[in-house]
């Protein structure tokens, strides 16, 4: 089985277009395609298909889960300074209006770090020698 194709076609008018020394004079304006003799007969099949039911059997067995120790513990807190603003109003209004209020504002402190006194902080009593209420 066997087939003879040729080929022809038209591309319209080319003139003489001369770039020196190249020419374009002789190059076929006309083209076609012709197929001679039986063309090959094609054929496309699918194999039948057969779906088998599937038998599965799933089987889960027991899962052990042993106690696992957590220990979280905060032993030390970082040393901070934490500054707390404060803005609180408390007063007497009749029909939306402030008849009266106090405010009172300010900032107030967390302090996470150890005590250490400044010099004018000293707690307690001191004795000295030229104490005037000693007699």
Known sequence: MGSDVHLDGHL????PVTVNPITVDGIPNEFG?????PIPK???GVDPVTLNPLNATLTLNPVTL???NLNLAVTE???TRAHLPAD?????SLL?????SIRLCGEAQ??????KPGPCERCGYTERDDDPQDG
């Open 12 to 15: 319209g008018t080319i003139g």
């Open 33 to 37: 395609i012709t197929v001679q003799g």
């Open 42 to 44: 094609i054929q496309l």
């Open 66 to 68: 042993n106690p696992v």
């Open 77 to 79: 807190l970082p040393e």
């Open 88 to 92: 609180f109003t408390v007063g007497l």
């Open 96 to 100: 939306g209006m402030d008849l009266m």
């Open 110 to 115: 967390m302090i996470s770090e150890a005590y």
